[in-house]
């Protein structure tokens, strides 16, 4: 394969993008100067090295061999609360508000609405046992499930209640979801700090 084709194939993995917009990058490859180019394939190959993805709630955060990430870490986190979101950047949203100061869980994806099974990338068996550990300490109260408002993610919301049901019975913990407060459409990674502030206030 040449190389052209070779990037273009690899840009095409990339989420969201087609055949079109891999040619569009690799040409802008082309087109910029050789120091943009090597700057940007170092930058590649260095991300693995320079980042670590936390073991207790999966966070991706700058930092060379650490296992916790700073919000996990951190001795002032409120550790009776568990909001879990779908990726990173959903994350950063919630965190910019500063209306929530407790533990966070970053599921890796949603579950599709036709699916006989959940998907490799959403993190199901690693949420059970991150509950079920806090839970034995006493200490869980509240999960919230703070997912985007539309029919994927409410389907994972039902879903992640169905899955923790067993937990839930056992050591009575409640489960919230964001929903109110938000419209349908609404995606968390897009929000501002107000409408996320207004929608943990109005959790239920
Ligand atoms: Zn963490």
Known sequence: MNPIDKLIEYFKEFPGIGER?????V?????????????LGRTITDIKNSISQCQSCFLFFSGKDKKTCEVCANSNTDNTSLLI???????ESIKKSQKYN??????GGLVPVITKETPNFVRVKELKNIVEKRSKTGKLKEIIIALSINPQG??????LREVLSNLQKLYNFNIVSLGRGLSTGTEL?????ETIKNA???RE
């Open 27 to 39: 040409y802008f490859l082309l087109r910029k100067n050789p120091n943009y180019v090597n700057e």
């Open 189 to 193: 990674e897009y929000s501002d700090s």
């Open 21 to 25: 917009q891999a040619k569009r990058f």
């Open 102 to 107: 407790g533990m966070y869980f970053i599921l």
């Open 85 to 91: 979101v779908e990726k990173d950047a959903d994350f």
């Open 154 to 159: 409410e389907h994972t919301d039902l879903y």
């Open 200 to 202: 943990l206030k109005n």
